[in-house]
């Protein structure tokens, strides 16, 4: 269906075309709408053909004149004049030519009134041609209707587009700054304290600067990607805690070819290990456990933390934590996730599952 539809767009896009083939189809159809006087086919054609053009002005005329200039800006009565003027103007052209046009190129008809006649017989000229006249003009408008709601589609789509992928770069570029922040303070202390720890910390920091900057700009990676991500970052955290902290990841893949939008997971992780690890606590445990079965992840981080309130200079869980990732899943996976916190005086669980 929705192949269907970008067929249909495509092809009301296509402005020369769409006209062109509408035209063609009131050419066609000159047999079947032709006047029951006429029975040839030659014929239709000939007085189909001789007419078409002055049915196509009235009809451009109208449609991308009086319409758009005058009647949509409410400029009714000016529109009303326009209108009858235009239409009188046309059926005389649309009369004089199919009597001594098509009639001639026919080989039919008797005497042939004169434009002065016909000026005269104003009245049977107008409400005679009136209908031939605009007939094909009707549908030609139903048919630029639908074109314009179409485009309007189109733009509307692309600009949505365009806007969240905008959004979801600028919430995604945000964990990078942040995460190299708390990284290079961490190694900082290292080094005043000079630590061995300090060589481990820069080689863990550039694997994961190095799958942040160049490696996830695809809107899916591997899940196996994203858990490699997360080990370094808890090699770094476990750096930093050493006995302090008590940390157990379980991870189970059904298949190693899983794609995942990249950096959601390793946003609830960063947050668990801010909020969870204070110094108010002497032993925090963290459990985090993630697994993906038949194209559905479930991943689920728990953290005790502290009763006592923590500093939050940062804005971190209004900004950057919880909250971010949560738009970033409204914007990639739309009614395809549930996001469920649950949050006791000691603990904090966050249980995601995304149907990918």
Known sequence: M?????????????????????????????????????????EALIFRGVGLPTKMLATYFLAYYLIPQLFQ??????????FIVSTIIFTIIYRFNNI????????????KESLKEII??????????????????????????????ATEKHQLDTLQKEKATAELNFLKAQIHPHFLFNTLNNLYALT???????????SKLSEIMDYMLYQCKENQVLVTKEIELLEHYIGLEKLRYGNRLQLDFKHKIDNSKTLIAPLILVSLVENAF????????QKAIIKIELETKDEILRFKVYNTKSNASQNNDANYKEGIGLKNVKRQLELIYPDQYECRVEEQEESYEVNLRITL
Do not use: C
């Not at 800006?73 to 326009?82: C, G, L, P, T, V």
């Not at 104003?122 to 048919?143: D, E, H, N, W």
């Open 2 to 42: 929705e192949k269907e539809n970008n067929w249909l767009d495509r092809l009301l896009q296509n402005r020369v075309l769409t006209h062109t083939l509408f035209w063609l189809f009131v050419l066609v159809l000159a047999p079947i709408t032709s006047d029951q006087s006429i029975t040839d086919l030659k």
């Open 73 to 82: 800006k409410k400029k009714y009565i000016q529109f009303i004049i326009a």
């Open 100 to 111: 001594h046009i098509a009639e001639t190129l026919a080989e039919s008809g008797g005497p």
């Open 120 to 149: 005269y017989d104003i009245k049977f000229t107008v409400f005679g041609y009136f209908f031939r006249l605009y007939f094909y003009t009707s549908i030609f408008i139903f048919i630029k209707m639908i074109k314009a709601r």
């Open 192 to 202: 005043l304290d000079k630590s061995d720890k300090a060589p481990d910390v820069v």
């Open 274 to 281: 801010k909020h969870g690890v204070s110094g108010a606590i």
